[in-house]
């Protein structure tokens, strides 16, 4: 379910990609994609990039030969992603495509107001700011939004009917990301009591702070993991396999993935 969703999504997010490409096609003999992301091109995006291309190719556009595309990687480092936005709008791409959450959309939207901007989220563009509208975006911005952190409680819900045996849940947060911090944690610890769960709450926002926390997890071995949604916490996937490892437990879920798109 997880990669037919991610699939669905990229397609779009390619097909979004492509509109002003076309537009702005006659202006350049290579239009370029500015492709701005949080983290890094490692294993972890290596599929979701393969498939944006392949949606773009579908879109009639083939990286290299009608269609160049600029990427910028912040490393888990957000405060590059505005330098880095900047850098795209002076390369003059047709179109700046942001994953990976509201850092890079917010930077991207506040290097140019001219440039169209394709951004993917896990909350509510509208209570971010991002966009007017679902309906009528406004301005140059239009992008997917995952509902991931919307469905805070039924996530748990889920969790909760795969292992009816547990007791006691991790709950890893990124407090870097107020906004998703504040409605996971808010609508996480209720949902929990309703359930009977025990939340243990965990920070991180660092790679050193991840595998901290992981080190808690293999310590203290609760019945299950809840992860907020958030870009840095794939840099956990090895540890996750540690952890199932140490506990013999692969108690897990990532919870139901919705996506509804702005425009």
């Known amino acids: 379910m997880f990669d037919m969703k991610r699939r669905e999504f990229i397609t779009l997010l390619g097909g979004a990609a492509a509109w002003p490409v076309a537009a702005r ?22 599929d979701l990039l393969r498939v944006f291309r392949q949606a773009l190719k579908e879109s009639g556009y083939v990286e290299g030969e009608n269609v160049a595309i ?5 490393d888990n480092q957000l405060d590059l992603l505005p330098a880095l936005a900047a850098e795209l709008v002076r390369r003059k791409v047709a179109v700046i495509v942001t994953i990976e959450g509201p850092p890079a959309a917010f ?3 506040a290097a140019t107001t001219t440039i169209p901007i394709v951004f993917t989220v896990s909350d509510d563009p509208v209570r971010l700011g991002l966009v007017a509208s679902l309906a009528r975006p406004g301005s140059n911005l239009t992008g997917i939004d995952f509902v991931s952190t919307e469905l805070v409680a039924k ?4 969790l909760r009917a795969l292992v009816p045996t547990a007791t006691r849940v991790a709950v890893l947060v990124n407090p870097a990301n107020t906004a998703n911090t504040e409605t996971t944690l808010r609508d996480v610890e209720p949902a929990a009591r309703a359930v009977g769960l025990q939340v243990q709450v965990l920070n991180a926002d660092t790679s050193h702070e991840i595998d901290a926390a992981f080190a808690t997890i293999v310590r203290e071995r609760p019945d299950a993991l809840f992860s907020a949604s958030s870009p840095y916490f794939l840099a956990g996937v090895s540890n996750w396999s540690n952890w199932r490892h140490a506990t013999q437990s692969p108690r897990h879920t990532r919870g139901a993935n919705m996506s509804k798109s702005a425009g």
């Open 155 to 158: 996530r748990l819900e889920l």
């Open 107 to 109: 930077a991207a939207k």
């Open 70 to 74: 600029e990427y910028r990687w912040a």
């Open 25 to 46: 096609a006659q202006q350049s003999a290579m239009p370029v994609i500015g492709f701005l992301g949080a983290t890094s091109p490692d294993a972890a995006n290596a």
